[in-house]
């Protein structure tokens, strides 16, 4: 069983920068993909970005890319998700998700799914 904690959410103002940890715990940790979905009020679970076990490979949503960095610490069992340039729209509760096998963007895809972090950016 694999257990996901977020943590880093908080309030900034646009232009400015956070960055999301995900604290994991299981066996099957360091062999799985990790992503970061976001989820803001009356919409869906969007994807964000992705790194694939041994975070040779990534994948963003061109929303973010250019501004967002995902990356794998291995050895901590610890994802990270480096947010800069925020933007207002930007702002939504941020999950950690993990699955085995390749990169997705499809929240459905993924097994493993943390409590979120929320990330306010106000203008």
């Known amino acids: 069983q694999v257990q996901l904690v977020e943590s880093g959410g908080g309030l900034v103002q646009a232009g400015g920068s956070l960055r999301l940890s995900c604290a994991a715990s299981?066996?099957?940790?360091?062999?799985?993909?990790m992503g970061w979905f976001r989820q803001a009020p009356g919409k869906e679970r969007e994807f964000v970005a992705a790194?694939?076990?041994?975070?040779?490979?990534?994948y963003y949503a061109d929303s973010v890319k250019g501004r967002f960095t995902i990356s794998r610490d291995n050895a901590k069992n610890t994802v990270y998700l480096q947010m800069n340039s925020l933007k207002p729209e930007d702002t939504a509760t941020y999950y950690c998700?993990?699955?085995?096998?390749?990169?997705?963007?499809?929240?459905?895809?993924?097994?493993?799914w943390g409590q979120g972090t929320q990330v306010t950016v106000s203008s």
């Open positions: 299981g066996s099957t940790v360091s062999s799985a993909t």
């Open positions: 998700a993990g699955r085995q096998g390749s990169i997705y963007s499809t929240s459905t895809a993924y097994a493993y």
């Open positions: 790194i694939n076990w041994s975070g040779g490979s990534t």
